[in-house]
């Protein structure tokens, strides 16, 4: 088990840059809109894991909200190559929430 845990942080460290390499996904990507409120609802982003449990809650939380205060989810996954600055910037921090 511990060579296994040392062999995977051995791949996903990168010791010439000190920083964190992205993981492969292993899901496929999260993002999207997950609904739709009226147009002019706020926007909530969600930055996400396809993996992240804390995330899920939060998804359950806003949307028992829906009802009350109508808003638009959009998921945010920070491991889609296209979205690599919030995976420097969030990945310790997920779940995170931006509201518009």
Known sequence: MGWEVAKHFRRAFSAGTRRWKQLPQ???????????????APVVELFTTAECSLCEKVKETLSQLRSKVPHTLVS?????????????????????????
């Open 26 to 40: 292993r899901n496929g990507s999260v993002s999207g809109v997950l609904w739709e409120g009226p147009e002019t």
């Open 76 to 100: 945010v996954d920070i491991n889609d190559p296209d979205k690599l600055e919030f995976w420097d910037e969030y990945r310790f921090e997920i779940p995170v929430l931006h509201v518009d």
